[in-house]
């Protein structure tokens, strides 16, 4: 087979040399001002011969085709299985796998009626961790079981800390869970300075390894998070409005019509890296997570 490949190489390199060979016979036979006649046979030579090459080529493309479809076709489909995935180096299976984690994938907290705390929307754990052992000791190593009953696997959801974001409205107590390390809190939660103290000193007693905190935004407030079967969620433009001129905090700069996202990022990084709320904190600038904003979605259960 690979003679073959090989060989339809070696036909085309030859077609190519041999009509640049011709041409330069051709101009060759001109400077000595041959008879017309000569010069039309030799270009008559020079392209008869060249279809000729062209013509073996594709004859012998065609010989390795059928000797392939006779085979049942050794190469494989642009849509099947990769048979040999086993013989890659374990490194590269090992990525591969991390590459197909899902994530990063947002959560709502919330006290039921008993004061425990819930999760919402509720999802199934990575479908690869049925594929191989292998796969799954990846999804072990990236994850664990959080939100279990009693702390437990028990009725848990796979969480990524790494990628997922557990997020409420708005912190009254520490949650703690300190291996979570992306945590999402409504926009209004930063409506004054002392909100905005108070929320990140209430998340980082709750979440000791805290990276992220998310600022979260929604079109309205028809639709609780409870009851949602799925949320998805949208990076927030430094020029998207996150209060209009009528309603808005007065910590943050305004711009022509409210405030954006961009002056309250802004806002909020100047007065957490101030000496007073770092003491306050009782943490050092390094420490500090960082602050992104997202625009939630919700589908709603039983909806179409």
């Known amino acids: 087979m690979e003679q073959l490949i090989d060989l339809t190489t070696a036909i085309a390199a030859a077609v190519s040399q041999q009509s640049k060979a011709i041409a330069a016979l051709t101009e060759l036979c001109a400077e000595q001002q041959p008879a017309a006649a000569q010069l039309r046979a030799l270009s008559e030579a020079q392209t008869t011969m060249t279809k000729a090459m062209e013509i073996q080529a594709e004859i012998v493309k065609r010989q390795r085709m059928t000797i392939l479809d006779s085979r049942g076709s050794s190469l494989p489909s642009p849509g099947g299985a990769f048979t040999r995935f086993t013989q890659l180096p374990p490194e590269i299976r090992k990525m591969i796998w991390e590459m197909a984690l899902p994530g990063p994938r947002l959560f709502y907290l919330h006290r039921d009626s008993e004061d425990t705390v819930t999760v919402s929307p509720i999802q199934r754990p990575p479908p690869m961790r049925a594929a191989c052992r292998e796969a799954w000791s990846v999804t072990e190593g990236h994850g664990y079981f959080e939100f279990g009953f009693n702390a437990t696997r028990t009725w848990g959801i796979w969480f990524n800390p790494t990628k997922d974001i557990v997020f409420t409205d708005y912190l009254?107590?520490?949650?703690?869970?300190?291996?979570?390390?992306?945590?999402?809190?409504?926009?209004?939660?930063?409506?004054?300075?002392?909100?905005?103290?108070?929320?990140?000193?209430?998340?980082?007693?709750?979440?000791?390894?805290?990276?992220?905190?998310?600022?979260?935004?929604?079109?309205?407030?028809?639709?609780?998070?409870?009851?949602?079967?799925?949320?998805?969620?949208?990076?927030?433009?430094?020029?998207?409005?996150?209060?209009?001129?009528?309603?808005?905090?007065?910590?943050?700069?305004?711009?022509?019509?409210?405030?954006?996202?961009?002056?309250?990022?802004?806002?909020?990084?100047?007065?957490?890296?101030?000496?007073?709320?770092?003491?306050?904190?009782?943490?050092?600038?390094?420490?500090?997570?960082?602050?992104?904003?997202?625009?939630?979605?919700?589908?709603?259960?039983?909806?179409?």
């Open 172 to 304: 009254d107590t520490p949650w703690e869970f300190p291996k979570i390390q992306n945590i999402g809190l409504h926009s209004d939660s930063f409506f004054s300075r002392g909100k905005c103290i108070s929320q990140l000193e209430l998340a980082m007693e709750g979440l000791t390894h805290c990276r992220k905190i998310v600022v979260i935004t929604r079109p309205g407030y028809d639709e609780e998070y409870e009851q949602c079967s799925n949320l998805r969620f949208f990076s927030l433009q430094d020029d998207d409005l996150i209060w209009s001129t009528d309603y808005r905090p007065h910590i943050y700069e305004v711009q022509d019509n409210g405030v954006t996202w961009g002056s309250m990022k802004q806002g909020l990084t100047q007065l957490y890296h101030e000496e007073d709320t770092l003491r306050r904190l009782g943490i050092e600038e390094k420490d500090l997570p960082e602050i992104v904003g997202m625009e939630v979605l919700m589908t709603n259960k039983g909806s179409s």
